[in-house]
């Protein structure tokens, strides 16, 4: 897949009916994670460098948590976007400094405190 396949996968489920379509793209090859923010009538690229880690696990959970968070604080859709997709990446490349468990290690939740 492709961002141009993402983009048609966002524009088909945006067809049935939610507000906004979150794509992942986190999961591809490359010097960067794309994920799309589909919404009607705009695709926001977020683009963020890829992190060379293993430390990956709950990346999902993380990013949708912060969303959450974002728009409870009141933030806007796509800054609530934006700023969990930076939280999120930060919180990967900082997971290197835990030492959990063996295999796919967490992400660093408390990045920015210690």
């Not at 945006?14 to 999961?27: F, N, Q």
């Not at 933030?75 to 930076?86: G, H, R, T, Y």
Request: proline content about 4%.
């Amino acid at each position: 897949a492709d961002e141009a396949a993402m983009a048609a996968q966002g524009q088909a489920i945006l067809a049935m009916g939610p507000r906004a379509v979150l794509i992942k793209g986190g999961h591809f090859e490359g010097p960067e994670a794309v994920d799309l923010l589909v919404q009607p009538g705009s695709i926001t690229r977020l683009a963020r460098p890829r992190v060379a880690t293993a430390n990956t696990h709950g990346t999902g959970c993380t990013l949708s948590s912060a969303i959450a968070a974002g728009l409870a604080k009141g933030l806007a859709l796509e800054a609530a976007v934006i700023a969990a997709k930076d939280y999120v990446t930060k919180a990967i490349a900082a997971g290197d400094r835990l030492r959990i468990g063996r295999g796919r290690g967490p992400t660093h939740h408390f990045h920015a405190w210690w």
